[in-house]
């Protein structure tokens, strides 16, 4: 079985995008659009605060009219993170993430952040580890 450190160091050294609670929504955008990221993991200096996605700056301002200049992070944010340890097997990352509805896990070790993980990280491992599952099965069978 596939763990979260497997798929972090697969993923390359990549450096997670991180953000202060003071910046503005608009400015969150800008780095995602960047970084070509989906979500932003909020950090206060001291310890991950939050985490910042798309879908959260959509459906708390966008929708509502709000302009992005004027709302500050922590407002939107959410402050309550799930996240996963580098030994947990991936099934258990794509069964929490499609059970609690998000599309991003931060890999925490302790309170240190090693990485993120989306859900496209973690249907590609899971994918290729299915088919390789299936070749060696093959192979077995034909001899």
């Known amino acids: 079985m596939k763990t979260v450190r497997m798929a972090l160091q697969r993923k390359g050294g ?10 503005t929504a608009e400015e969150a955008l800008h ?4 970084q070509h990221v989906g ?9 991950v ?7 959260d700056i959509l459906r708390k301002l966008v929708i509502q009219g709000r302009p992005l200049r004027d709302a500050r992070v922590r407002e939107i944010m959410t402050p309550n993170v799930l996240y996963v340890r580098p030994d947990q097997a991936l099934d258990e990352c794509m069964a929490l ?3 609690k ?3 991003h896990l931060p890999v925490m070790e302790g309170s240190q952040l090693l990485g993120m ?9 899971v994918i290729a ?7 060696q099965l093959e192979q077995y069978i034909t001899g």
């Open 14 to 23: 990549k450096k997670v995008a991180v953000l202060g609670p003071d910046a």
């Open 31 to 34: 780095q995602m659009t960047q």
């Open 39 to 47: 979500a932003l993991v909020i950090h206060d200096g001291k310890r």
């Open 49 to 55: 605060a939050g985490i910042l996605s798309e879908r």
């Open 97 to 99: 993430m499609i059970d």
């Open 101 to 103: 509805h998000i599309r």
């Open 117 to 125: 993980l989306s859900i496209r990280d973690v249907v590609r491992e």
């Open 129 to 135: 580890e299915q088919k390789f599952i299936i070749e």
